[in-house]
């Protein structure tokens, strides 16, 4: 199954300033997905449209200095087939396993043991893909816990596309309109509620 990928899919901040609450957005969504998981590392890779490339949007630990902003072809391993399919998976051994590009892996400087992604979904569109890299043994010998993923990376996306919506028609001092303002809400409360599940 491959999902579209059009001009939603491609919701890279444009300019100094203005994007300043997507980086934060998404570097706290990274942060949290390496705490939950207990990983040696996060991600998020944003599709380009008009290149076809998965971008390092933001990075939470190895390789947070110099990933952000460096691109590969979609197409390439396990985050490329995620986004590519739409579907999320648990790699437990990376070394045995033949959708994982080493040469991609070693180019970042970090060659993960395991890892857990998931599409970011919205609209049924793929917008990119969140990576859990080396989670926590336990993390990752459950179907649960990858329901987990696939939950906080949809609640993610649906923030990420809240936030990129609204830079055209907000107001510079003014926040979010009234809706927009309720759905964010809505979508941290949800959230919450996801991460005291995780620690029960």
Known sequence: MTLPIGPATAPTPDGPGEDASVRELLQSVVDVARAIFGAGASSVLLLDDGTQELVFQAVSGQGEEFLTGRRFPAG???????????????????????????????????????????????????????EV??????????????????????????????AIDRRPRAPRRGGLAGDQRAAAVRLMTELERLLADADT
């Open 133 to 162: 890299l080396d989670p926590a043994p336990q993390a990752r010998s459950s179907l649960s816990e990858l329901d987990l993923l696939s939950l906080f990376a949809r609640q993610a996306a649906a923030a990420l596309r809240i």
């Open 76 to 130: 390439r391993g396990i985050a490329g087939w995620v986004a590519m399919s739409g579907e999320s998976v648990i790699v437990d051994d990376l070394a045995r396993d033949s959708s994982f590009d080493r040469a991609l892996a070693e180019s970042t400087a970090y060659v993960p043991d395991a890892l857990m992604a998931a599409p970011l979904l919205h609209d049924d569109r793929v917008l990119g893909v969140l």
